[in-house]
């Protein structure tokens, strides 16, 4: 082959991967469709008083717990809560990360409202990006026994007084719920990507214990 004949061949190889990597990127963003909640959508009323009772098996690390975050009193219990935040715990770096209880009496509610099946929950905290509320401790990512994401979807939008970030995710169908940074408008969106690589069984580490405002949010 002639020098043009490679520097022809070498540009077109470039050429072609440039295109290949534009049309990877362009499907990428494409699984993503977001927009931020109109206000007048956001609900008013009070919201439902949650019993506290949460059932939540975690899908990685196939751990199961059953706790109320109440006391007797209506406080919170310090013991549930650091049970939970262990169950939220990033399992791939073993972190844990005091999740925001608010998260916990939403999903009480979501509990509740479906008759007390088992949630199934696929992610908490997770160490990455700052923006992501996962990073922060007040998102999670979950499915309902016996229960059509759609629905879980559709009754979780009624709960948002305002500041949540709510997701559907058709082709591993579950819902995502998080609590927004102070400021920052209700959000909702749809990713049609699929399901993440799963984690392998891991131990159950000790509890840690994290201190935390007995007062509740609802």
């Known amino acids: 082959m002639t020098p043009t004949g490679v520097r022809s061949s070498f540009l077109a190889a470039i050429v072609a991967f440039a295109t290949l990597t534009f049309v990877t990127i362009t499907s ?3 699984k993503e469709v977001g927009h931020n909640a109109p206000k007048g959508l956001l609900r008013t009323a009070p919201l439902p008083k949650p019993s506290g009772w949460l059932w939540i098996y975690a899908e990685n690390t196939r751990e199961e717990v059953r706790v109320n975050i109440f006391n007797e009193d209506g406080s919170y219990n310090q013991e549930s809560l650091a049970t939970l935040d262990n169950l939220f715990r990033d399992y791939r770096r073993k972190e844990v990360k005091a999740v925001d209880p608010r998260l916990f ?38 499915r309902i026994d016996g229960v059509n994401y759609k629905a879980i979807y559709d009754y979780a939008l009624t709960l948002d007084v305002g500041g949540m970030g709510i997701g559907k995710y058709p082709t591993s169908q579950f819902v995502h ?28 580490p000790s509890t840690p214990k994290v201190p935390r405002s007995a007062k509740p949010n609802t």
Do not use: C, M, Y
Not at 105 to 133: C, P, W
Not at 178 to 198: K, M, Q
């Open 105 to 142: 009496e939403v999903l009480s509610i979501i509990f509740d409202h479906f008759g007390q099946k088992r949630i199934n929950f696929g992610s908490g905290f997770r160490v990455e990006q700052a923006t992501s509320r996962h990073f922060h401790g007040s998102a999670a990512d979950f």
């Open 28 to 30: 990428a963003q494409a």
């Open 177 to 204: 719920v998080d609590f927004r940074a102070i400021g920052e408008p209700s959000f909702r969106w749809v990713d049609t990507s699929g399901p993440s690589r799963r984690g392998k069984k891991a131990k159950k």
